[in-house]
């Protein structure tokens, strides 16, 4: 087996594991950027959600990459790499150069060279996008491309876990007070 082939596999394990874990969910999101940069060998991860109005992406977990450059400023859907909001991986030889990195300048000043943006989709709907970032000139290969939109996948299993749990959690203390208040309303005691 080839090196990077063990990589995605431990990457993937490392994902699935955490995915299937009752971590939170800000954990399991770190694990998830911080498998994907090891396994690709690069020199950052992050992945983005939309704003519910769609129009911003919001940092929610990232490895590798400077609190300067996470804070550069509002990553708008429309101006950044845009096309992967479509649903498909994209791919950025040069982001210094390339009109779809929204903040070229920056990503100069990071160290970032190549990107890898796929979309994190929810059923049918995207609703953000992870990001690899290669520190030198790199063309992805599919086999890159494939391996980070199934981790992308994982990661939106993961925010609609997270999201599942969160409601029947409420839902369940919601129930526990009106148990408490009908019983106190008849006249016995908690127990």
Not at 177 to 183: K, L, S, T, V
Request: aromatic share 8%; with cysteine; net charge negative.
């Amino acid at each position: 087996m080839e090196e990077k082939e063990r990589r995605y596999y431990t990457g993937l394990y490392e994902i699935a594991a955490a995915v299937n874990s009752a971590g939170t969910p800000d954990s399991v999101l770190n694990t998830i950027v911080e498998s994907v940069a090891k396994a690709l060998d690069a020199k950052a991860c992050s992945l983005m959600l939309l704003t519910p109005d769609r129009k911003l992406l919001f940092h929610t977990a990232d490895y590798g990459l400077s609190d300067q450059y996470v804070r550069k400023g509002p990553v708008s859907a429309d101006k950044s790499i845009a096309e992967a909001l479509d649903g498909k991986p994209i791919t950025v030889l040069d982001a210094a150069e390339d009109e779809r990195v929204q903040y070229r300048r920056q990503a100069k000043e990071e160290g970032i060279v190549s990107i890898l943006s796929a979309p994190v989709m929810l059923v049918e709907d995207v609703v953000g996008v992870i990001r690899v970032y290669k520190g030198e000139p790199y063309r992805f290969t599919e086999a890159d491309i494939y391996f980070v939109t199934a981790v992308a996948n994982l990661g939106a299993i993961a925010l609609e876990n997270a999201r599942l749990f969160d409601s029947v959690k409420k839902d369940y203390e919601g129930l526990r007070r009106d148990i408490a208040e009908w019983r106190a309303a008849l006249g016995y005691e908690s127990r």
